[in-house]
């Protein structure tokens, strides 16, 4: 896969069968889309191509929300570069390509500068200025600029609709396993390991605090997570806390990971962390041991979990 900043700098040697979308979290809906482009894009000899916007639409036209997302730019990058695709076009969003209405979108951007042959749209898609073109216009500009739309319908898992905003609100609620069972892998947290308070060192639970530098990341429930890292090209289980640490009276929120097996130094280096299961809530303890008596029981409560599951 080619990726490719900006449409303008895509030049593209044959016809391309086109899909358009945020695509956050790349979930099991969107990795069907995509796996019907690629195959049909290959099948008639075409170049399949995804265009996508960073920043996300709405992190420009209503920036007094705190949007969070379920990928980062790099993190959506990498699970496209695994569907076979042959470009992936970031586009940046701006408030005046927002003001691009819906034919000056079709004649522009899909028919002048991406070439396109076919355009495969999930159920609803909409684009253009105040998000006026639909699959009816779409249609109507089809037969004039000839090229075909496919749309995709609505993709269930158990009579349920797959959608990136019902994937955050799991995440949010602390519903693990129905976040990973709609994105098709397990949510990840990646950053910078930086210095803590040295508090899990002195009661036998060192960890590695996670900084994440994307404002725009999600950071699911707050609570205790068994969760993997791959480290030196080894799986490293473990289990993390996102929270503020009420037993010491923390202010901010943290994400902390300790490590079983595994005593290397890991400051200031990027690791990437899965979540796998949510054990329990973020708890205040009554002092210090109360604390390391249920890190003792959270620890085993996952060497158990890994044992028998994974």
Same mark, same amino acid.
């Given at each position: 896969?080619?990726?490719?900043?900006?449409?303008?700098?895509?030049?593209?040697?044959?016809?391309?069968?086109?899909?358009?979308?945020?695509?956050?979290?790349?979930?099991? +809906?969107h990795? /069907?889309?995509?796996?019907?482009?690629?195959?049909?894009?290959? @099948?008639? !000899?075409? *170049?399949? $191509?995804?265009?996508?916007?960073?920043?996300?639409?709405?992190?420009?036209?209503?920036?007094?929300?705190?949007?969070?997302?379920?990928?980062?730019?790099?993190?959506?990058?990498a699970?496209?570069?695994?569907?076979?695709?042959?470009?992936l076009?970031?586009?940046?969003?701006?408030?005046?390509?927002?003001?691009?209405?819906?034919?000056d979108?079709?004649?522009?951007?899909?028919?002048?500068?991406?070439?396109?042959?076919?355009l495969?749209?999930?159920?609803?898609?909409?684009?253009?200025?105040?998000?006026?073109?639909?699959?009816?216009?779409?249609?109507?500009?089809?037969h004039?600029?000839?090229?075909?739309?496919?749309?995709?319908?609505?993709?269930?898992?158990?009579?349920?609709?797959v959608?990136?905003?019902?994937?955050?609100?799991?995440?949010?609620? +602390?519903?693990? /396993?129905?976040?990973?069972?709609?994105?098709g892998?397990?949510? @990840?947290? !990646?950053? *910078?390991? $930086?210095?803590?308070?040295?508090?899990?060192?002195?009661?036998?639970?060192?960890?590695?605090?996670?900084?994440?530098?994307?404002?725009?990341?999600?950071?699911?429930?707050?609570g205790?997570?068994?969760?993997?890292?791959?480290?030196?090209?080894?799986?490293?289980?473990?289990?993390?806390n996102?929270?503020?640490?009420?037993?010491?009276?923390?202010?901010?929120t943290?994400?902390?990971?300790?490590f079983?097996?595994?005593?290397?130094?890991?400051?200031?280096?990027?690791?990437?962390?899965?979540?796998?299961?949510?054990?329990?809530?973020?708890?205040?303890f009554n002092?210090?041991?109360?604390?390391?008596?249920?890190?003792t029981?959270?620890?085993?409560?996952?060497?158990?979990?890994?044992?028998?599951?994974?």
């Amino acid at each position: 896969m080619e990726t490719v900043h900006s449409i303008f700098n895509f030049t593209p040697t044959k016809k391309t069968y086109v899909t358009i979308g945020t695509f956050d979290g790349v979930h099991v +809906g969107h990795q /069907k889309i995509i796996e019907d482009l690629v195959k049909q894009a290959k @099948s008639d !000899q075409k *170049k399949s $191509v995804l265009l996508t916007f960073f920043p996300h639409p709405r992190m420009v036209l209503q920036k007094e929300l705190s949007i969070q997302l379920i990928n980062t730019i790099e993190e959506k990058t990498a699970l496209l570069e695994k569907t076979g695709l042959d470009y992936l076009i970031i586009h940046p969003f701006s408030k005046d390509f927002s003001r691009l209405t819906a034919l000056d979108f079709v004649r522009d951007t899909l028919v002048n500068q991406l070439h396109t042959s076919k355009l495969i749209i999930g159920y609803d898609h909409h684009f253009g200025k105040n998000r006026e073109g639909n699959i009816e216009q779409l249609t109507e500009y089809s037969h004039l600029y000839d090229f075909s739309v496919q749309e995709i319908p609505v993709q269930d898992i158990d009579s349920v609709s797959v959608s990136s905003t019902k994937i955050r609100k799991a995440l949010l609620n +602390g519903e693990l /396993k129905t976040a990973n069972k709609y994105l098709g892998y397990e949510f @990840s947290l !990646q950053g *910078k390991v $930086v210095n803590g308070e040295q508090l899990g060192s002195k009661i036998g639970f060192p960890t590695a605090n996670i900084h994440v530098f994307e404002s725009y990341k999600l950071i699911p429930k707050n609570g205790v997570y068994i969760v993997s890292s791959i480290i030196n090209n080894r799986i490293i289980y473990g289990m993390m806390n996102i929270g503020n640490r009420p037993t010491i009276e923390g202010k901010d929120t943290t994400i902390e990971v300790h490590f079983f097996n595994f005593n290397e130094n890991l400051y200031d280096t990027i690791i990437k962390v899965n979540l796998i299961y949510f054990i329990r809530e973020e708890e205040k303890f009554n002092s210090i041991a109360a604390l390391k008596n249920q890190l003792t029981i959270d620890k085993e409560a996952s060497l158990n979990y890994i044992n028998n599951n994974l």
